[in-house]
């Protein structure tokens, strides 16, 4: 049965950090490329950020590269989120996800993941 599980949302003043991680089972955590995405109130889903083995990080959106960094430890089945100088428009449920990224790509992640943690709340205060 695969779970994933995001934890790590909170709220937060506007320049402050949060790190979001996400725990994987009932997978082969290496063959998958794991991801985040995030959708804000009343707007369609983004992808933030994607990491694989074989292809290594991915940041498909401007907006938060320099500020934003995925990275996995393959021995916890853990993928993290390092999210600094945080901006009100990151204001969102985080997702993880992950993929075979075999299917469509938007920005290098996929567009779609075959499996979806529940989400977990960031909240960014001006």
């Known amino acids: 049965d695969v779970q994933l599980q995001a934890s790590g949302g909170g709220l937060v003043p506007a320049g402050g950090s949060l790190r979001l991680s996400c725990v994987a089972s009932?997978?082969?955590?290496?063959?998958?490329?794991m991801g985040w995405f995030r959708q804000a109130p009343g707007k369609r889903p983004e992808g933030v950020a994607c990491?694989?083995?074989?292809?290594?990080?991915?940041y498909p959106r401007d907006s938060v590269k320099g500020r934003f960094t995925i990275s996995s430890d393959n021995a916890k089945n853990t993928v993290y989120l390092e999210m600094n100088s945080l901006k009100p428009e990151d204001t969102a449920v985080y997702f993880c996800?992950?993929?075979?990224?075999?299917?469509?790509?938007?920005?290098?992640?996929?567009?779609?993941?075959?499996?979806r943690g529940q989400g977990t709340l960031v909240t960014v205060s001006s």
């Open positions: 996800g992950a993929d075979d990224a075999i299917g469509v790509r938007i920005g290098g992640c996929p567009y779609e993941y075959d499996y």
């Open positions: 990491i694989s083995s074989r292809e290594g990080t991915i």
């Open positions: 009932g997978f082969t955590f290496d063959d998958y490329m």
